[in-house]
């Protein structure tokens, strides 16, 4: 311990000239114990990085040993992060499966898949919007939304197998990070061969605020996949970044309007935007889904707009 005190001091009190630039390099170290603080190599990891933080702020040598005081938050998280890591290996998630409604003939003719975690008796699933930004941080979204398009197709070709029911279609969302893979159009092409369901009838869902992302990256895989037979659905539009020359000329077939606005529908503001957008999907021969219905007054506007529905219940 003595001599990582003098190394730490030695290097702080050195200056470098570079290129007449006096710098000057600040060191902070942090030391956690195995067992003693915890037996959970992430949780070692954090204390000591907790540590090292408060190093500088607290004690003239810049060295500082965790304790017990890490805040119960943080430990939760780190408890997370590790349900999550085993659930996404044992494979634990489950689909749902939201109707989607076809008012100009009032038939169901696909469905949206819904990710949950599932939780011990008596307690509810955990839903996408808590646990996708933490599997994004960890690197796991690869491994799991392969798991889910898979799913998805396996589910996908079971209800064609009923009669009548052989065009049958499934949305599957994509989450903004597996844009960036330019093997994505390949793996999911192998998966639909595989389960012996046709790219066409499966729906890849991509959030508005994706097109944040560097779009000279993302084209190439949209463009692979709508070469692959997959048709894509630009969800919760009219919220998010997206700009209507990004809508042109990024091939779409489905705009999903958010429920923001159908939910102001037939008599608020909101109104003006479904119709509208559904002109717009009209004029660019894009199909239109309105999200969020909850009532008749609802499905009658969406009729008369031409615009499809996703129903409450799930199958």
């Known amino acids: 311990m003595t001599r990582v005190q003098v190394f730490v001091a030695a290097v702080?009190?050195?200056?470098?000239?570079?290129?007449?630039?006096?710098?000057?390099?600040?060191?902070?170290?942090?030391?956690?114990?195995?067992?003693?603080?915890?037996?959970?190599?992430?949780?070692?990891?954090?204390?000591?990085?907790?540590?090292?933080?408060?190093?500088?702020?607290?004690?003239?040598?810049?060295?500082?040993?965790?304790?017990?005081?890490?805040?119960n938050t943080k430990r939760r998280e780190i408890m997370f992060e590790g349900e999550l890591e085993r659930a996404v290996t044992d494979r634990e998630f489950v689909l749902f499966y939201q109707p989607i409604l076809d008012l100009s003939c009032d038939e169901v003719v696909g469905a949206e898949a819904l990710l949950r975690w599932p939780q011990p008796a008596g307690h509810a699933p955990i839903g996408p919007d808590q646990f996708i930004p933490v599997a994004e941080e960890l690197g796991f979204m690869e491994r799991l939304g392969t798991q889910v398009f898979e799913d998805a197709c396996r589910q996908l070709k079971c209800w064609q197998e009923l009669p009548d029911n052989g065009v049958f279609w499934v949305s599957v969302n994509v989450a903004p990070v597996q844009l960036c893979d330019p093997g994505l159009a390949e793996r999911f092409l192998a998966i639909t061969q595989a389960t012996g369901v046709s790219p066409s009838c499966v729906k890849l869902e991509i959030?508005?605020?994706?097109?944040?992302?560097?779009?000279?990256?993302?084209?190439?895989?949209?463009?692979?996949?709508?070469?692959?037979?997959?048709?894509?659905?630009?969800?919760?539009?009219?919220?998010?970044?997206?700009?209507?020359?990004?809508?042109?000329?990024?091939?779409?077939?489905?705009?999903?309007?958010d429920r923001t606005f159908v939910r102001q529908t037939p008599d608020g503001r909101g109104a003006g935007v479904v119709a509208s957008l559904s002109q717009l999907s009209s004029h660019l021969n894009i199909d239109a889904l309105g999200e969020g219905v909850e009532s008749t007054a609802h499905e009658d506007f969406l009729r008369d707009c031409k615009i499809s529905n996703d129903n409450h219940s799930n199958l």
């Open 207 to 257: 959030i508005e605020n994706a097109l944040e992302q560097d779009l000279d990256e993302i084209n190439p895989v949209l463009d692979e996949l709508v070469s692959a037979g997959f048709n894509l659905a630009l969800d919760d539009f009219g919220i998010g970044y997206s700009t209507l020359a990004r809508i042109m000329y990024i091939p779409f077939n489905i705009i999903k309007v």
């Open 12 to 71: 702080r009190d050195e200056h470098f000239d570079i290129d007449g630039n006096v710098l000057r390099v600040e060191v902070s170290a942090g030391i956690s114990r195995a067992p003693t603080n915890s037996n959970n190599a992430h949780e070692l990891a954090t204390l000591s990085d907790e540590a090292a933080q408060r190093a500088p702020k607290e004690n003239a040598i810049p060295i500082r040993w965790a304790n017990h005081t890490i805040k």
